[in-house]
C-alpha cells in the first residue's frame, strides 16, 4: 500500500468486506505498527512520535463506541480534550467552551446534558465527531473551535461513518464531514463501504482488495465500472445524477466466475 493524503483532503478508502479498510486506517493511527515500511505525519515516523503529540494532530472515530459507564453527552466530547491536559489537571473553561462548540458542529449542543446511552444511532455516532473534534481542536479568540493547521497537518480518520443510519442521518453525517473539510480546512479520510457517500463526499479514492491497492487518484477517474468490478465481483451501472449531478453507482448482478 502506498498512499499520500493531501492537506485538505477528502479521501475514501472503498474495498469489500476483510479487504484491510480498517486495519489501513489503524496503521495510519499509529494503533498498529506496520510489519514493514513507514507512516509519515509531516515527515515524522508515526510510531516515533510522542503518543500525546500525536493525539492532538489525529483523532478516529471507530465504527461502534461502547461505554463502560452512563457518562452524558458534554463528558464524552470532553474526554475528546484529554491530550490537552497536564496530569492531574481537570478540564476548565476553555476545555468546555471548546466542547460546546464541537456539539454545535455537529449539531448536538441541545443533547448535551442527555445520556449518551439514550441516543439514537446518529445522534451518537455525531457526538463521537464532535469528541474527535474537540480532541483535535484549539480556542481561537472567542473561545470557538479552531484547528492549528498553519504549523502541523491534522487528520480526522472515520470508520465506517454511516453504517445502520437512515437516509436522514447519512446524509447529516456527509454534511458535517463536508463542511469541515470545506470551512474547517480539515484533512478527512473516511472509510466506507458506502459507494455513492463516497462518490458524492470524496475528492480522492483509494480502492483495497486483499490488502493491496488496485486503483487510486481522483474520484471521477477511479469511479469507473471495470474497477469497481474488479473490486466487488459485481456488474454495476455509474451515472450522473439528474438533480445533484454527482456520480451514482448502481449494482446490476453479481459477475459470473469462469
Known amino acids: 500500500v502506498n498512499l499520500t493524503v493531501r492537506r485538505n483532503g477528502l479521501l ?24 514493514g515500511g513507514s507512516i509519515t505525519l509531516d515527515d515524522e515516523n508515526v510510531t516515533n512520535l510522542n503518543r500525546i503529540k500525536l493525539a492532538q494532530r489525529l483523532s478516529v472515530v471507530p465504527q461502534e463506541t461502547h461505554l463502560a459507564f452512563d457518562y452524558n453527552v458534554l463528558e464524552i466530547v470532553l474526554m475528546g480534550r484529554y491530550p490537552h491536559l497536564k496530569n492531574f489537571e481537570i478540564e476548565g473553561p ?5 466542547a460546546r462548540s464541537a456539539l454545535d458542529i ?5 443533547l448535551e446534558e442527555r ?3 439514550t441516543l439514537s444511532g446518529g445522534e451518537k455516532q455525531r457526538v463521537i465527531i464532535a469528541a474527535a473534534l474537540a480532541q483535535l481542536g484549539v480556542s481561537g479568540d472567542r473561545k470557538e473551535l479552531v484547528f492549528d493547521h ?8 472515520l470508520d ?3 453504517t445502520s443510519l437512515d437516509l436522514r442521518y447519512q446524509l447529516e453525517i456527509a454534511s458535517i464531514l463536508h463542511k469541515l473539510n470545506s470551512t474547517k480546512h480539515l484533512s478527512i479520510i473516511v ?9 458524492g463526499l470524496c475528492r480522492e479514492l483509494v480502492l483495497l482488495k486483499n490488502g493491496h491497492v488496485i486503483a487510486s487518484g481522483p474520484t471521477e477517474s477511479v469511479l469507473e465500472p471495470k474497477t469497481i468490478e474488479d473490486l466487488y465481483d459485481t456488474e454495476v451501472e455509474i451515472k450522473r445524477h439528474v438533480t445533484t ?14
Open 106 to 110: 455537529t449539531g448536538t449542543r441541545d
Open 12 to 35: 475514501g478508502i472503498l474495498g469489500p468486506n476483510g479487504s484491510g479498510k480498517s486495519t489501513l486506517l489503524r496503521l495510519l493511527a499509529g494503533l498498529t505498527p506496520p510489519c
Open 245 to 258: 449531478g454527482r456520480l451514482m453507482v448502481v449494482p446490476i448482478r453479481q459477475r459470473k466466475k469462469n
Open 191 to 199: 472509510a466506507t463501504h458506502d459507494l455513492n457517500l463516497a462518490a
Open 94 to 98: 476553555n476545555d468546555i467552551a471548546i
Open 160 to 162: 465506517e461513518p454511516t
Open 115 to 117: 445520556a449518551f446511552t
Open 150 to 157: 498553519a504549523n502541523e497537518h491534522q487528520l480526522l480518520l
